[in-house]
């Protein structure tokens, strides 16, 4: 091969500049974020004292699914995620359509949405009341930013992730600082940590299964990682041991920072917390103390991190499915100098405006979130299973066949109604299903129209070509 031609196809490319370090950072900073600022309320609602609980199933299945995800990216390191896995398993284009379309559709209301909160925390931060026309200004122009981060490349982006995490993680750790503060103070009574308090006559199974379906989306963002396969040095040896340890990290975070909430704050008074749940806990728990003045703040850099990410999670979602001609070849359009996909990156932050213009907050996004993937993941624990007849020349992490058995039943068990999920978080789910199958048929004739028109010029240098013809 010549150097032209080894230099054209790194065009096409994307640049591998994530090492372990990271790796691990991008995978802390997208399971961190708006879920745990936000949720340990709503779970409190549903099993009571007993908030761990649910963060600690979820985590539990979320690190068996992992196990699916290491030996698929481990076996196809490229970018694409699920959707490849799901097009190698099944072969159906529309389903893998609909996967990839699913995935995105999460990634971007999640970013839509981190954005307005952004926005409304800035305007809090700095005394700026509630003009609703300035909250979306400020929304567009952090969308804005987070695009130009991402154009400008994936080291840039990463870069600027490692920042926005160790913020985020802080705040994780003061409300953790708290507790102990408030131990010893005689503030925290955590024998409430083991009061389960379920709502009406609902059972303590459906109680938990409702929470823990609920905690999921807080453990969600780990399988961004995969996307970022193609930008990841060596992923095959790489990628098994740091996504377990990131899994580790805030799986044993999220469990102290439950266990802090309710020893802190009462169940009752947990529940009434609306979005700020962990600044109630940091204001009880250490009263005399800076923390609460600087918390709004932290929380706006956390979801602002969760926007990063997301965007680029659904960028490189859809530059994968392009390099598969699963979607139109515009979306797999590389910029020459910096490597990053440029259409894919525009396309994906053009519909994250839409959302801040037109939808604002959307309602149930957490729990429609957790619902979407948590059907991805169920898919995803078939998919390796099916696969294992497909063999390739490298070595892989290969999960023990009973692990995505089991999290293949939870997760399709925790889709149903039978959890107790609101019903609104299936019509949302159904109304962005029906997009996405208006978009697959679009997509299904533009590629036609493309393959026909290759077939006519091809037909067309045959005839125009010298020599005999039979």
């Known amino acids: 091969m010549s150097d032209a031609t080894s230099h054209s196809e790194d065009q096409h490319e994307l640049k591998r500049v994530m090492g372990p370090g990271l790796l691990l950072l991008f995978i802390i900073g997208d399971i961190l974020g708006t879920g745990i600022y936000a949720l340990t309320g709503t779970v409190a609602k549903e099993v009571g004292g007993a908030v761990w609980l649910p963060f600690l199933l979820a985590f539990t299945v979320a690190v068996m699914t992992a196990f699916a995800y290491l030996e698929l990216v481990t076996k196809y390191p490229h970018a ?3 959707a490849v896995y799901t097009n190698k398993a099944f072969k159906i284009g529309f389903l893998t359509f609909m996967v990839a379309f699913t995935v995105m559709a999460s990634g971007i209301t999640s970013a839509a949405t981190a954005s307005r909160a952004f926005a409304e925390n800035f305007m809090k931060g700095f005394g700026l009341g509630d003009n609703g026309v300035l909250v979306t200004l400020l929304a567009l122009g952090f969308i804005a930013l987070v695009t ?27 409300v ?7 131990m010893s103070n005689g503030r925290a009574d955590f024998s409430r940590t083991m009061v389960f308090e379920t709502p009406g006559d609902k059972s303590v199974f459906l109680a938990v299964s409702a929470a823990t379906s609920v905690a999921f989306f807080a453990m969600v963002g780990f399988e961004d990682s995969v996307n970022m396969a193609e930008e990841t040095k060596d992923p095959s ?6 996504m377990l340890t990131g899994l580790g990290i805030t799986g044993v975070i999220y469990v102290l920072v439950s266990l802090t909430a309710v020893a ?25 103390l800076p923390f609460a003045a600087i918390f709004p703040f932290i929380s706006m850099f956390a979801v602002a991190n969760t926007a990063l990410i997301n965007m680029l999670m659904a960028s490189r979602l859809l530059y994968g499915m392009a390099r598969q001609d699963i979607l139109p070849p515009a979306f797999g359009k590389v910029l020459a100098v910096r490597r990053t996909p440029w259409f894919s990156i525009l396309f994906t932050s053009a519909l994250a405006a839409l959302l801040i213009l037109f939808v604002g907050q959307v309602s149930q996004l957490g729990g429609t979130t957790a619902l979407l993937l948590l059907a991805v993941f169920t898919l995803t624990n078939v998919a390796v299973l099916v696969l294992r007849k497909d063999k390739v020349e490298h070595e892989h992490f290969r999960t023990p066949t009973w692990i995505p058995i089991v999290a293949g039943v939870c997760t399709f068990y925790l889709v149903g109604p039978w959890t107790g999920r609101p019903m609104e ?21 533009i590629n036609r129209q493309i393959r026909h028109r290759r077939t006519a010029v091809t037909h067309e240098e045959y005839l125009d070509s010298p020599g005999p013809r039979n």
Request: charged letters at 10%; zero cysteines; a positive charge.
């Open 176 to 182: 953790i600082a708290v507790g102990f503060i408030a």
């Open 425 to 445: 978080q299936f019509g949302i789910a159904l109304v962005l299903i029906g997009i996405g199958a208006v978009l697959g048929v679009v997509t299904f004739l």
């Open 264 to 288: 802190i704050v009462p169940v009752g008074e947990l529940t009434k917390t609306g979005a700020t749940p962990l600044l109630t806990v940091v204001q009880m728990g250490a009263p005399g």
């Open 148 to 174: 130009a981060v991402n154009l400008w490349g994936v080291g840039e982006s990463v870069k600027a992730n490692i920042v926005l995490t160790l913020i985020e993680l802080s705040g994780l750790l003061i």
């Open 237 to 242: 040896r790489i990628f098994p041991k740091i």
């Open 80 to 82: 694409g995620g699920a």
